[in-house]
């Protein structure tokens, strides 16, 4: 049984050594590979200098989560490893994170996803970040489960999820090549959202491990303007929302899309406009 463990980096040089020294051995059955999306600190020759066994992609030029993650699980399914374990730059791992994701990947043949526990990093009160999700139809938002809550127990049981967390999530490699890669259409927001319920299309069932601890510092802010973000969320939810909702919350979709287009500021109408003409990627949105 092989795993390769893929972590999407940027900027992620001052969380790294905690996160990799936590890991398991680099050996013939257990890869670490990073994927580097144009850091702009020394994460690149930290990761080179301190782990030359952990195979690094280092991208030249910034690219969208899924467009990262696309490289890495490529690179993992084309190398042979049976499973893919996606985990953040910073995030520290119990010791038995792995063990317990892979005793339910084995127990659950019809499981594609298993995602872990996710704590806050730091907090001696065990406050939870995920322990499991469920999406919201009615405002079109993913909830973490127990977010913000102190773990009491409440959530001791293996449970299924309407989505999976990409902090610590094992991924079966046989998964990825049914059902394929991550859609790049969405670029900021969306994207993961949209890659779980493919898997649910595909009859694979995502799962939580309540055993699989993990903590996670979250470190990654959007640091985009406002009006970008706005941007975004409209043309993204549009795509995803049409894709996978219930009927009412594609009629609500279409109505507030109308409404926007009409009524909304400048970047609302280009999200819609955007997304009726497919013009999805960075679509109007042009980084300096």
Known sequence: MTVTVLIINWNGRDYLSETLKKLPEVSETFRVLIVDNASEDDSVEFIRHEFPRVQLVANSTFLSFAENLNIGLSQATNSGSEYIWLLGSDVVVDDNSLKYLLELADKYKDVGMISSKVYVYGNKDRKIHYAGGIMDWYTLLPQNRGQEQVDVGQFEHDIETDFAAPISTLIKSRVVKEVGLVDQSYYEGFDW????????????????????????????????????????????????????????????????????????????????????????????????
């Open 193 to 288: 959202l949209d890659y779980c319920y493919k898997l649910r299309r595909f009859s694979w069932r995502l799962m939580f491990s309540c055993q699989s601890h993990v903590w996670y510092r979250q470190k990654y802010k959007n640091d985009l303007p406002i009006f970008i973000k706005d941007y975004f969320t409209i043309r993204n939810s549009l795509l995803f929302g049409l894709r996978y909702g219930p009927a009412l919350t594609k009629l609500s979709l279409i109505k507030n899309a109308f409404r926007q287009y009409f009524f909304g500021t400048p970047w609302q109408r280009r999200a819609v406009l955007d997304f009726f003409t497919g013009n999805f990627g960075r679509g109007s949105y042009q980084t300096e």
